[in-house]
């Protein structure tokens, strides 16, 4: 059974004064199985963050499922969605969204404190992880005092410290140069071999060619699908790019 599948989904904003309507998915449906590491592209204004801001629990369709392990998140109560999101969802963000005021390894424990975990319950988490990321030595820094691949990876050890189903990424590699961008996609890769589920919005092909699935996202619609298959990374890269040229010119599905 998939961890993730979305249904028909359909948002429609309102302007301010209901004059105008905006639909910005019109039927999205795609499911997502676990240990996946899928990647979500699409032009701007192709809707692919109102899907992310959905699937993230912080904005609900006009009509359509969201199930995640086999729970629908559009019907949980307002008073509950932060728990839920917390306990289940990781977030990776392209400007890092760390607090300047704490150190490393506290911006990495907030979700655990804001759980109410014990402190040797948060000890014994996020020692093999901070290991794992290569942060031991920069946990008592503070975020301004560390390269910005050094934040991201602070960042992904915040998403995974809470063990989630699902890995919510909004362009992780946007703020990052080549060399962390190359790091980061390394790590990304070796968190889904240790079965992380990973789902990734980016405009980068680079980024999107390490994912195991590419979806592609038009006028409010998957348009397309790319699967890895024995595609190396350059391979799956060139039909991305290809893909991204056929959506720029208005063309058809070739699925």
Do not use: C, W
């Not at 109560?77 to 300047?100: H, K, P, S, T, Y």
């Not at 890269?237 to 063309?251: E, P, R, V």
Request: zero cysteines.
């Amino acid at each position: 059974m998939p961890i993730l599948q979305v249904k028909n989904l359909k948002k429609i904003y309102s302007t301010r004064f209901g004059g105008t309507q905006v639909q910005a998915l019109s039927d999205v449906s795609f499911s997502v199985e676990k240990g996946e590491y899928v990647a979500i592209m699409g032009e701007s204004g192709s809707g692919k963050t109102t899907l992310l801001n959905i699937l993230a629990a912080l904005d609900k369709p006009t009509s359509g499922q969201v199930l995640l392990g086999g729970r629908d998140i559009v019907a949980i109560r307002e008073r509950d969605i932060a728990a839920f999101r917390r306990d289940n969802l990781g977030f990776v963000f392209q400007d890092f969204n760390l607090l300047d005021t704490f150190s490393i390894q506290d911006n990495i424990l907030l979700p655990l404190v804001l759980a109410g975990k014990s402190f040797k319950e948060m000890e014994r988490l996020l020692t093999p992880l901070a290991d794992t990321l290569g942060l031991t030595k920069l946990l008592n820094k503070f975020p301004y005092e560390v390269s910005g691949g050094q934040k991201q990876r602070a960042a992904v050890a915040r998403a995974l410290i809470t063990q989630p189903q699902l890995v919510l990424a909004d362009e992780p590699t946007g703020a990052l140069d080549s060399k962390a961008t190359d790091g980061l996609l390394r790590l990304f890769a070796q968190i889904n071999a240790a079965g992380q589920t990973i789902l990734m919005v980016t405009h980068s092909a680079k980024a999107a060619s390490h994912a195991g699935r590419v979806l592609f996202i038009r006028d409010g619609q998957v348009f397309h699908q790319l699967y890895r298959g024995e595609s190396t990374n350059q391979q799956l890269y060139q039909k991305i790019s290809d893909t991204l040229t056929l959506l720029a010119a208005g063309g058809e599905d070739h699925a």
